[in-house]
């Protein structure tokens, strides 16, 4: 299982653009890269997935290299209510394998 | 479509204590698993469930069993509760969001233990 390596925490203030890196140089071929979001008090929520290049949804965009070895998580304009932890995870799920979480980055948004 | 559900939301446990922790989903996953979360740390996976009829061990499955009862149901029992299993419970399913192609996961809301 690839391990993943995020800061601990960051801060920001409302309609800044946030970049969240997560490193994971052990990536498997067959790997994709997954960000989750938590909120105080609730369970873990999807926020984008990929598995290489740039992909872009309605809450966040995901850059990744190349090399995969990388990864970039980019909210445009946040605000107050994006404070949460977010996740990096690498892997796949689908029943043969499993997911581990680390302890994630806690992104703290200032008025 | 209720997503994924859990009972109890929250409960007491007084040490030596059993308790069986309810999750059913609704999406048609094949794929469900058992999560334990402590105050300020990341999620650490009990037990999952590949497929109906089917449990692995996870990270943390001491003191842990799980059962498949079908596809939708999947319960959590500890059977001699311990102070050190005082912890959010998060159960999940996981399937293909219409985003992407690799199946992710879906949480439930959790239950919170205090064993006493």
């Known amino acids: 299982l690839a391990k993943t390596t995020q800061p601990i925490s960051m801060d920001s203030y409302e309609g800044q653009e946030v970049n969240i890196t997560c490193s994971h140089n052990?990536?498997?071929?067959?790997?994709?890269i997954t960000w989750y979001q938590q909120f105080p008090s609730q369970g873990p929520r999807f926020i984008i997935q990929g598995y290489k290049t740039k992909v872009t949804n309605e809450v966040a965009s995901l850059f990744i290299p190349a090399d995969r070895k990388s990864s970039t998580l980019s909210l445009p304009r946040v605000s107050l209510s994006d404070t949460a932890v977010y996740y990096c995870?690498?892997?796949?799920?689908?029943?043969?394998?499993?997911?581990?979480f680390g302890a994630g980055t806690r992104l703290a948004v200032h008025p | 479509n209720a997503g994924v559900t859990q009972t109890p939301k929250f409960q007491v446990l007084k040490t030596g204590q059993s308790m069986t922790l309810q999750c059913a989903q609704d999406m048609n996953h094949n794929s469900m698993y058992w999560y334990r979360q402590d105050p300020g740390m990341g999620l650490r996976l009990i037990y999952y469930s590949a497929s109906e009829g089917t449990t692995d061990k996870g990270e943390v499955p001491n003191g842990y069993n799980v059962s498949r009862l079908n596809k939708r149901e999947f319960s959590l029992r500890l059977e001699s509760a311990a102070p050190s299993q005082t912890s959010v419970y998060f159960c999940?399913?996981?399937?293909?969001?219409?985003?992407?192609?690799?199946?992710?996961?879906?949480f439930g809301p959790g239950t919170r233990l205090l064993v006493l």
């Open positions: 052990n990536i498997a071929t067959n790997d994709y």
């Open positions: 995870l690498v892997g796949r799920t689908g029943g043969y394998n499993k997911l581990i």
């Open positions: 999940a399913s996981s399937g293909i969001p219409w985003t992407g192609d690799q199946e992710t996961q879906y």
